[in-house]
């Protein structure tokens, strides 16, 4: 029985030369985009007194990993649907039971441009000489990172903090808890649910309030971060924003948008309010630019989008106010936003 032996023949370079700089140039657009979060491992507790923690990142949650996409991800930002990772098969027991152990941290893959580099040298050439001619003819470069608040940002300095010197424009998106929000106790959620369901005193005009205000009782709150991640990632957002823009901004930056919401209807006085707000802690370390807000208010919170862009020439701030959809699917589509790629 002969064994096969391993041939030096490429498919891909046997492809037409046009095609194989088409399939350059969606590799290399490919690589533009990076997406940066954590996520949780399912089964782990981290109040058991033998947990080992799953990270050494300062801030990150003892039972979340670093999770690095080279590519747009929107089901990373989401905070409806958050994302957890099964727990790996080397580490149940025997007996079936789940043990915890240290995790690798996440490793950036090579970029699209560096790994094909590294192919051969054949390809090497080729694609060389391909992004020198492509160079003068492109219309934009660098990176567009989307990072969620607060952890992805804590992965980002953790880990690559280096891309910061890439980036064409930085998308952050997530929520800031200002204080502990506490279940609806049985009682006053029976009441309601009689009310509407009787029909009771209130007029047909009212009813369709009252039920909206049964469902976002009975919806789940945000869990609320802890202290040591706030205050570690309220301190890396201001570093971010001193050097994405300083005073004398580099010309590969074109934009900085943040999108942080805040749970709770009475939240709005606190966005200006508090020191560790993410938008007060923004505006305070942006040296200079063109700061264009827009605070969206709704029943289940508020929402604050800050877009800053360089502007060598002074500090300008607009601010407008939206309404916020009262659904949990409209509220989601806050986060989710793709408008860096479209730069």
């Given at each position: 029985?002969?064994?096969?032996q391993?041939?030096?023949?490429?498919f891909?370079?046997?492809?037409?030369?046009?095609?194989?700089l088409?399939?350059y140039?969606?590799?290399?657009?490919?690589?533009?985009?990076?997406?940066i979060?954590?996520?949780?491992?399912?089964?782990?507790?981290p109040?058991?007194?033998d947990?080992?923690?799953?990270?050494?990142i300062?801030g990150l949650?003892?039972?979340h990993?670093?999770l690095?996409?080279?590519h747009?991800?929107?089901s990373?930002l989401?905070?409806?649907?958050?994302?957890?990772l099964?727990?790996?098969?080397?580490e149940?027991n025997?007996?079936?039971?789940?043990?915890?152990?240290?995790?690798?941290?996440?490793?950036?893959?090579?970029?699209?441009?560096l790994a094909?580099?590294q192919?051969n040298?054949?390809?090497?050439a080729?694609?060389?000489?391909h992004?020198r001619?492509r160079?003068p003819?492109?219309s934009?470069?660098?990176l567009?990172?989307?990072l969620t608040?607060?952890?992805g940002?804590?992965?980002?300095?953790a880990i690559?903090?280096?891309?910061?010197?890439q980036?064409?424009?930085?998308?952050?998106?997530?929520?800031h808890?200002?204080k502990?929000q506490?279940q609806?106790n049985?009682?006053?959620?029976s009441?309601?649910s009689?009310?509407?369901?009787?029909?009771?005193?209130?007029?047909?005009?009212t009813?369709?309030r009252?039920?909206?205000?049964?469902?976002?009782?009975?919806?789940?709150p945000?869990?609320?971060?802890?202290h040591?991640?706030?205050?570690t990632a309220?301190?890396a957002?201001?570093?971010?924003a001193?050097?994405?823009l300083p005073p004398?901004?580099?010309?590969?930056?074109?934009?900085?948008?943040l999108?942080v919401?805040?749970?709770?209807?009475?939240?709005?006085?606190?966005?200006?309010?508090?020191?560790?707000s993410?938008?007060?802690?923004a505006?305070?370390?942006?040296?200079?630019?063109?700061?264009?807000?827009?605070?969206?208010?709704?029943?289940r919170?508020t929402?604050?989008?800050?877009?800053?862009?360089?502007?060598?020439?002074?500090?300008?701030?607009?601010?407008?106010w939206?309404r916020l959809g009262?659904?949990v699917e409209e509220?989601?589509?806050?986060?989710v936003?793709?408008?860096?790629?479209d730069?």
């Open positions: 029985m002969s064994l096969r391993p041939t030096s023949r490429s891909f370079l046997e492809l037409p030369t046009e095609l194989r088409q399939i140039d969606y590799a290399l657009h490919d690589t533009n985009s990076i997406t979060t954590s996520a949780a491992i399912s089964g782990d507790d109040t058991a007194p947990f080992i923690p799953r990270t050494t300062p949650p003892p039972n990993v670093p690095i996409r080279s747009f991800d929107p990373l989401s905070i409806i649907n958050p994302i957890t099964p727990q790996p098969p080397d149940t025997s007996n079936g039971s789940a043990r915890s152990s240290p995790h690798a941290p996440d490793i950036l893959p090579h970029p699209t441009p094909l580099l192919t040298k054949h390809i090497y080729e694609l060389t000489a992004i001619f160079l003819h492109a934009r470069g660098g567009a990172l989307y608040y607060p952890h940002l804590l992965v980002l300095k690559c903090p280096y891309l910061l010197c980036a064409r424009c930085v998308y952050i998106s997530g929520y808890t200002l502990v506490n609806p049985n009682s006053s959620t009441s309601a009689t009310i509407n369901a009787t029909g009771g005193s209130s007029s047909p005009a009813r369709p009252s039920r909206l205000r049964l469902r976002f009782r009975l919806h789940e945000l869990p609320p971060h802890s040591l991640t706030t205050t309220h301190l957002l201001g570093t971010l001193r050097t994405l004398a901004p580099t010309p590969l930056f074109r934009k900085l948008e999108r919401f805040y749970p709770d209807e009475s939240a709005y006085s606190s966005i200006w309010g508090a020191d560790n993410p938008v007060v802690q505006l305070r370390n942006i040296c200079g630019g063109n700061i264009d807000m827009e605070v969206w208010r709704g029943r919170g929402g604050v989008v800050l877009v800053a862009r360089p502007n060598t020439a002074g500090r300008v701030v607009s601010t407008v939206r009262e659904s509220s989601e589509r806050f986060f936003c793709r408008t860096c790629a730069e």
